[in-house]
């Protein structure tokens, strides 16, 4: 079972960069007028952004990171790792983080890899970056996280398209001795993986001409078989099975009343979902910063961008306890708990 | 065990779409309130946050009426 503390890292500072670009959701003619007021106000999603033709979820990052390195005064000399966690790389080959430890000018006894996970990414990439710098020998780390998510949906499918926002964030992990410990819950449930997927391209369905026919698999939902496909109440059935559970085994195995939480960040996966979770865990609604009537589903960058968005003056100011949820594509889920001291947290950017 | 009037009353509340009042426990749920994908979910929200019980893509194909879904309900609590 994927519970357990790691000890000797903390979280030093944050950035997250978004497109300017905004789309309303008011605006998409696709779907009726009424049906598209019942769609904002029950998934709370109004507006979200959306990145221009040609940008990279690397290139978000990239400037997400060089600013946070700029605030931090960290020497790039001195990471000693990349993590890019995305599902939407710039090439099929190499991997994207090793493009960025270059862009980034860091040194060549960098060790960068890729994480192909989408909303439980962020939780991922904090517990293998704190595996890597836990024991000293590795002191500083960056983890990227982000998506641009808005490419893979086609503009005639009313269950995806409205859903997503792009965005690209990277935070600054370190080995700190005596740091208090990160206590992670990590899940996984691979028989779900048709909820959230895109069909072809991979080497199961490798991508053909027949991959780019656009086909109505039901009223107001035409898409190929290389566009996203959505299954909402599969989704929502395992959020609300999975995760409730998951934050309360957490709390339990670090000795944590939930009541002591400061600040839970959730996954901005949709309102009705995370209003569910925050209801059946019983929290107090101005205890759950939300995002996503603004800026949409943004993948892993998700909970980075909220805090950042929402909580950064606290974040830079004060000891917070927090928690932190990922869950959707996989399926895969985790949590994390852990006490925070004053994060650098960079302004949003926007581009 | 909740009643069926207390269930309709939770649905009365839950969809905009319906005037309290007008439900009925032979009420046909697709006549009631459009039927499409966000409306399915908030049936499933309220149920799963009210009674601690997942409704899946099966059950919402066996619903018509709102007795329907109350059968449901009751059966699964009392397991």
Redesign the interface.
């Known amino acids: 079972m994927a519970l357990f503390q790691i000890k000797n890292t903390k979280i030093s500072g944050i950035a997250a960069c978004l497109p300017k670009n905004e789309y309303c959701n008011r605006d998409y003619t696709w779907i009726p007028l009424e049906e598209r007021e019942l769609f904002i106000k029950t998934t709370g999603i109004e507006k979200r952004r959306v990145a221009e033709k040609g940008v990279t979820t690397s290139d978000l990052c990239f400037i997400a990171a060089e600013k946070l390195i700029k605030e931090l005064s960290w020497n790039k000399n001195e990471i000693d790792i990349l993590i890019f966690v995305s599902q939407s790389r710039d090439y099929l080959i190499p991997c994207t983080s090793v493009i960025l430890q270059d862009r980034l000018g860091l040194s060549k006894r960098t060790l960068a890899f890729d994480v192909p996970l989408g909303c439980s990414g962020y939780i991922y990439g904090m517990a293998i970056m704190d595996n890597f710098l836990s024991s000293g020998i590795l002191k500083k780390g960056i983890l990227m996280t982000g998506d641009i998510s808005t490419i893979n949906c086609a503009y005639t499918d009313k269950s995806t398209y409205p859903l997503f926002g792009d965005a690209g964030t990277a935070t600054a992990i370190e080995y700190s001795e005596n740091s208090n410990a990160h206590y992670y819950n990590l899940g996984s449930d691979g028989s779900g993986w048709e909820a959230i997927s895109v069909p072809d391209g991979g080497l199961r369905n490798y991508v053909s001409k027949s991959s780019l026919d656009e086909r109505e698999i039901a009223p107001g939902m035409i898409r190929s078989n290389i566009q996203l496909q959505l299954n909402g109440i599969d989704i929502f059935n395992f959020s609300l099975s999975e995760v409730p559970s998951n934050i309360t085994e957490l709390l339990s195995s670090s000795d944590k009343p939930i009541e002591k939480i400061d600040y839970f960040i959730f996954h901005q996966a949709n309102m009705l979902i995370n209003e569910s979770i925050r209801k059946k865990l019983k929290i107090q609604k101005e205890k759950v910063p939300f995002t996503i009537h603004k800026f949409g589903n943004t993948s892993s960058a998700s909970i980075p961008l909220t805090m950042i968005s929402e909580i950064r003056n606290e974040l830079m100011s004060k000891e917070l306890e927090l928690v932190l949820c990922g869950f959707g594509v996989g399926l895969s889920w985790g949590s994390v708990y852990f006490k925070t001291d004053k994060i650098v947290c960079s302004e949003l950017i926007e581009i | 065990m909740i009643t069926i009037e207390e269930f309709i009353q939770k649905l009365e509340l839950e969809f905009d779409a319906i005037t309290p009042g007008t439900l009925k426990p032979e009420s046909v749920l697709r006549e009631s309130v459009e039927w499409?994908?966000?409306?399915?979910?908030?049936l499933?929200?309220m149920i799963?946050?009210e009674y601690?019980i997942?409704?899946?893509?099966e059950d919402?194909k066996s619903i018509v009426t709102v007795n329907d879904i109350y059968q449901i309900i009751k059966m699964r609590m009392t397991k």
């Open positions: 499409n994908s966000v409306n399915a979910l908030i499933i929200a799963n946050t601690d997942i409704l899946n893509a919402l």
